[in-house]
Nanobody, 116 residues
């Protein structure tokens, strides 16, 4: 059974940083690309960043470029999202995601609130 468990969210001031983690289980983590999505209040869920199974290639939404970094540790079955220079518009629930055996899997999400 695939499980994705996010952690690391919280309240942070504008300009601050957070590091999100997503612990994966139930599948061979190192064989699959991983994604971070977010859902801002009143908006649809959107892709923030993705990383290939080996971690040798990443891609980011324009809103995340230069501020967010996605990485993974295949020995720990964990994917990370380092978020720097946070803005109020980054306030959202952040979700970990993978596409495994023709199905999308999601974690429960972690709330990030950027506010002074």
């Amino acid at each position: 059974q695939v499980q994705l468990v996010e952690s690391g969210g919280g309240l942070v001031q504008p300009g601050g940083s957070l590091r999100l983690s997503c612990a994966a289980s139930g599948f061979t983590f190192s064989n699959y690309a991983m994604n971070w999505y977010r859902q801002r209040p009143g908006k649809e869920r959107e892709l923030v960043a993705l990383i290939t199974k080996t971690g040798d290639s990443t891609n980011y939404a324009d809103s995340a470029k230069g501020r967010f970094t996605i990485s993974r540790d295949n020995a720990k079955n964990t994917v990370y999202l380092q978020m720097n220079s946070l803005k109020p518009e980054d306030t959202a629930v952040y979700f970990c995601n993978t596409y495994w055996k023709s199905s999308n899997y999601w974690g429960q999400g972690t709330q990030v609130t950027v506010s002074s």
